[in-house]
């Protein structure tokens, strides 16, 4: 999907941006992670890319050729190296391996399941199907779901009726989990079309930055990093490693008051300023001595 009709030439910028757009998603979402991604995140992120693996596919295949790409020998860490899984992703893609079904086929399966033939299906049956081919669901993954039929209930959701002359609204899938699973197909399938065509866009600017810089536009930071230090703060003529340190929590020593020889010499006496008491009793001594004279 991503890599058909390209020109040899274009195979590299696409792979280029693909690591882009897998880094922009780390550092967003798995910034805490330090550059790695969850094991259990793993095939969201690629369901991302419209490559539709089964859970039976993730944990026997996926899992298991990204281990073998990672420099670490550690298998037992819930934790996948980036590098490892963009080079894995990136070869996938180029087979289109798992991708998902037309919307014939996806139709034609669900009527298997519609044994009365009345063009929609229980969700419970849908889960149980699913699940028996590898697929299974999580809590998370099933209010998910539950809320896009539900914001597209008059679509999707068997009708409830009408009352008061106005169309009875679905607040839950509880009081009725039966869907309309030829709809439910041409939006999910609607939708990852629109999800595919705004990478695309996307790959386009990045495509005509490459061609007009003739380099690569900046990976984004995978890596947590300490933020940068500001220097407004800093005094006038102070040193900037001063201020990095004392930014960091170090203690830096004062400065300095001033040179041995300057600490013995007098300060000098600012116009209109008071005499010192010291200084007063030498003036008064000096008058004595020169009226003795």
């Known amino acids: 999907m991503f890599f058909n009709k390209l020109l040899p030439y274009e195979i590299p910028i696409m792979e280029t941006f693909i690591k882009y757009k897998v880094r922009q998603i780390v550092s967003i979402i798995f910034k805490e992670y330090n550059g790695y991604i969850p094991r259990i995140e793993a095939?969201?992120?690629?369901?991302?890319?419209?490559?539709?693996?089964?859970?039976?596919?993730?944990?026997?295949?996926?899992?298991?050729?990204?281990?073998?790409?990672?420099?670490?020998?550690?298998?037992?860490?819930?934790?996948?190296?980036?590098?490892?899984?963009?080079?894995?992703?990136?070869?996938?893609?180029?087979?289109?391996?798992?991708?998902?079904?037309?919307?014939?086929?996806?139709i034609e399966a669900f009527r298997i399941l519609?044994?009365?033939?009345?063009?929609?299906?229980?969700?419970?049956?849908?889960?149980?199907?699913?699940?028996?081919?590898?697929?299974?669901?999580?809590?998370?993954?099933?209010?998910?779901?539950?809320?896009?039929?539900?914001?597209?209930?008059?679509?999707?959701?068997?009708?409830?009726?009408?009352?008061?002359?106005?169309?009875?609204?679905?607040?839950?899938?509880?009081?009725?989990?039966?869907?309309?699973?030829?709809?439910?197909?041409r939006k999910v399938l609607g939708d990852n079309q629109k999800h595919f065509e705004e990478l695309m866009k996307e790959y386009k600017v990045f495509y005509d930055e490459y061609q007009e810089t003739k380099k690569f536009p900046d990976m984004p930071v995978i890596v947590n990093n300490l933020p940068p230090v500001k220097e407004e703060n800093a005094n006038a003529g102070g040193d900037k490693a001063q201020d990095k340190g004392q930014a960091q929590g170090q203690q830096q020593p004062a400065p300095a008051e001033g040179n041995e020889k300057d600490k013995n010499k007098p300060e000098e006496k600012k116009e209109g300023e008071a005499p010192a008491e010291g200084e007063k009793k030498n003036d008064e001594k000096k008058e004595e001595e020169k009226k003795d004279k």
């Open 43 to 106: 095939p969201y992120l690629i369901r991302y890319f419209l490559q539709f693996p089964s859970q039976s596919q993730v944990v026997d295949e996926i899992l298991v050729d990204i281990g073998k790409l990672e420099s670490s020998n550690d298998k037992s860490k819930e934790l996948l190296e980036v590098e490892a899984f963009e080079k894995y992703l990136i070869t996938i893609l180029k087979s289109n391996k798992y991708a998902g079904y037309d919307k014939e086929t996806l």
């Open 114 to 185: 519609d044994n009365e033939k009345n063009g929609y299906l229980d969700l419970h049956t849908y889960y149980t199907f699913l699940k028996r081919y590898g697929i299974t669901f999580t809590k998370e993954q099933i209010a998910e779901m539950e809320t896009f039929l539900l914001n597209n209930d008059n679509e999707l959701l068997e009708s409830l009726g009408v009352q008061n002359d106005e169309v009875v609204k679905h607040k839950s899938t509880t009081t009725t989990r039966k869907f309309y699973y030829e709809s439910y197909v």
